[in-house]
């Protein structure tokens, strides 16, 4: 059983569309990630939401909005694709808030957008 | 204000010999500091992680590394490399937030290639 699942792995589409990518945890966790791999691989947080609530938005634009309809899951959609979001986005769950002092998140295994 | 460079972008190495990966910190407290490591199209993996405990931490696969305060640092080590280690490995650093939250900031990652 996987813990953390993201659905689509792939995602192609034209500039302009909007599209979601759906996360979902198995593992009974509050918290709950969105994280952007660019080409360079390199990683950074977009928001993070406990219990449905959201805690971080980091500067992230408002074409990207996550949803969280109970806990287990938190989806992502974007509006109007640009060029540069293209990138593999990363869902990821941990037991609470205070779990990236203990280091126990549990990634999905990335969803590759290429915006053409 | 933390931060984190690994040094190396790339490290080639030869099967069966020692496995060094690079990582400098910054941080403004006490940090927690991880490696995690990201196999081709899947997700991370916790490595190791040094949370104030013992300097020198053991993790999975026969990986250890050593918090070094005077240093700043938190190198990656491995005494020999096998084929399956051929990854990405990210250092992560990461300091409490006002509000009892932690966030992280992950290095740029290390590209290990093992050569048979």
């Known amino acids: 059983d996987t813990a953390v699942s993201q659905t689509p792995k792939y995602l192609v589409t034209q500039m302009g569309n909007d599209k979601s990518i759906k996360c979902e945890q198995n593992l009974g966790h509050d918290t709950m990630y969105w994280y952007k791999q660019d080409s360079k691989k390199f990683l950074k947080i977009m928001f993070s939401y406990n219990n449905k609530e959201l805690i971080i938005n980091e500067t992230v634009p408002n074409r990207f909005s996550p949803k969280s309809p109970d806990k287990a899951h938190l989806n992502l959609h974007i509006n109007s694709l640009e060029l540069g979001d293209s990138a593999v986005y990363f869902c990821?769950?941990?037991?609470?808030?205070?779990?990236?002092?203990?280091?126990?998140?549990?990634f999905g295994e990335g969803s590759r957008l290429t915006v053409l | 204000a933390q931060s984190v460079t690994q040094l190396d972008s790339h490290v080639s190495v030869s099967e069966g010999t020692p496995v060094l990966l690079r990582c400098n910190y910054s941080?403004?407290?006490?940090?927690?500091l991880f490696w995690y490591v990201q196999h081709p199209n899947k997700g991370l993996q916790l490595l190791l992680k040094?949370?104030?405990?013992?300097?020198l931490v053991k993790g999975i696969n026969g990986f250890e590394a050593e918090f070094k305060k005077s240093e700043t640092s938190f190198h990656l080590t491995k005494p020999s490399a096998h084929m399956s280690d051929a990854a990405e490995y990210f250092c992560?650093?990461?300091?409490?937030?006002?509000?009892?939250?932690?966030?992280?900031?992950f290095g740029r990652g290390t590209s290990l290639i093992v050569h048979p």
């Open positions: 990821a769950s941990s037991q609470d808030l205070r779990s990236w002092n203990t280091g126990e998140l549990f």
């Open positions: 941080s403004s407290y006490s940090p927690s």
């Open positions: 040094y949370t104030s405990a013992a300097t």
């Open positions: 992560v650093v990461s300091e409490a937030q006002s509000g009892g939250s932690y966030i992280p900031t």
